[in-house]
């Protein structure tokens, strides 16, 4: 695949490909789904740190986003806590966002592309919630919201020919989505509203830069 700008040469307005095979989606999933499942068979009893809350010892230990270790220099845990989830939920909620999201997008930019964005938000957002102060930190949601914040991206591109289905769940249910889940921290404080809207705005701005400036989508191709 060559690295160009991010183009839809299709003929006929862009729709959503509903049976199109989503190899990284599922992948990124059963990435995140393994890491869960191998790092409790850590622990006894293994039932409870695949459901229940995971202490900050142990999310420490497997590779969690905890602030004064990252300040000692382990700079690789602003990566390895996108792998790391408090609870079963929390996984769960992150599976179902990057499958939901990933129906629609990977099938227009590509596996490469979404996986490459999804890392990006994911590590921007653990670094934007550690320069913020938040000593700890740990999930997939930033590189969720990356995905998030590039299909709101492309409900706003002018350029950009859709059919009246994929129109409509750009501009309805994705800003819904999107307006929701970035003023949810406000209500519930021990969500990481930074990691949230960094990553987000990650995604909104890989779908600008990629649409609009061909040189610089090369870059972040590469």
Known sequence: ?????????????????????????WGLCTSLLGFHLITAFTVQPVWEALVFE?????????????????EQGEWWRLASSVSV???????????????????????WIGARRLVGWFCLGGILGSLGSHLAGITISDGASGGAFALLGALVWLGFDSQLQ???EA???????????????????????????????????????????????????????L
């Open 54 to 70: 995971r202490t900050l010892f142990f999310r420490e230990r497997i590779g969690g986003q905890v602030a004064a270790l990252i």
């Open 167 to 221: 129109r409509w769940l750009l501009t309805t249910p994705v800003r819904l989505l999107a307006g929701v889940n970035l003023l949810l921290p406000i209500i519930v404080p021990f969500l990481d509203a930074i990691g949230h809207l960094v990553g987000f705005g990650t995604g909104f701005v890989l779908g600008v830069i990629h649409r609009r400036w061909s040189i610089g989508a090369a870059f972040l191709d």
């Open 85 to 107: 989830h408090v609870d079963g939920v929390h996984l769960i909620l992150n599976l179902i966002a990057i499958i939901g999201l990933g129906r629609v997008l990977e099938p």
């Open 1 to 25: 695949m060559p690295f160009e700008a991010l183009t839809f040469p299709s003929e006929r307005k862009l729709t959503i490909a509903w049976q199109q095979p989503l190899w990284a989606s």
């Open 162 to 164: 859709l059919d009246s």
